[in-house]
């Protein structure tokens, strides 16, 4: 347990170092949004000085990320909940939220392999997809659809649903699902003329 700790802290400060980075922001910037001084953000950053709340705290509001990301804990809003992935369906899901009652978001992963034969199921909800990579076969009641990469669908679950692959590659896609009435909303931009 104590070998864990002291990983995950070692951690923080090539974290910090590459938050402040990706930002473009300087120590000197840093430490005028958080009132840390310049030598303690770089003997955090060098692993100089061990991270306390008191330090991360204003760090991960000036860097707009949870405390979870800055040690490494798995993203779930309450470290002491570790979402585990489930294999069902032919498909690995990872949820990515845990709001009993609301929303839930999932990654699914449909591995390479043969095609197989849709099995339309229905239950109560509503949901979203959008697909990340691969192409996704979506059977909603008498439609047959593919989605390609940076596609997405809304629909109601109590209408018959299947999702598949539409070749043999394999496919990635985030779905949000919420109880009947909830819905989620994509504003979409037209697509710049060329």
């Known amino acids: 347990m104590d070998d864990d700790l002291d990983q995950a802290l070692d951690a923080v400060g090539p974290r910090l170092r590459a938050l402040r980075r990706e930002r473009e922001t300087t120590l000197t910037d840093l430490s005028a949004a958080t009132g840390i001084s310049v030598s303690t953000l770089s003997r955090l950053e060098s692993g100089g000085r061990k991270p306390t709340l008191e330090l991360l705290l204003p760090l991960a509001r000036a860097h707009g990320v949870t405390l979870d990301e800055l040690v490494g804990a798995p993203p779930t809003g309450d470290p002491r909940v570790h979402l585990r992935p489930v294999a069902a369906f032919g498909?690995?899901?990872?949820?990515?939220?845990?709001?009993?009652?609301?929303?839930?978001?999932?990654?699914?992963?449909?591995?390479?392999?043969?095609?197989?034969?849709?099995?339309?199921?229905?239950?109560?909800?509503?949901?979203?997809?959008?697909?990340?990579?691969?192409?996704?076969?979506?059977?909603?009641?008498?439609?047959?659809?593919?989605?390609?990469?940076?596609?997405?669908?809304?629909?109601?679950t109590r209408v018959p649903h299947w999702f598949g692959r539409a070749d043999s590659e394999g496919v990635e896609f985030l779905s949000l699902f919420g109880s009947q009435g909830e819905r989620a909303h994509l504003r979409a931009r037209p697509r710049a003329s060329r």
Request: aromatic share 8%; proline share 8%.
């Open 91 to 156: 498909m690995t899901m990872l949820p990515l939220t845990r709001r009993a009652g609301g929303i839930q978001a999932y990654k699914l992963i449909i591995p390479a392999g043969g095609r197989s034969e849709p099995e339309p199921k229905t239950h109560e909800g509503y949901e979203w997809v959008y697909v990340l990579n691969g192409r996704l076969r979506l059977v909603l009641g008498e439609h047959d659809l593919v989605l390609e990469p940076g596609e997405a669908a809304e629909f109601d």
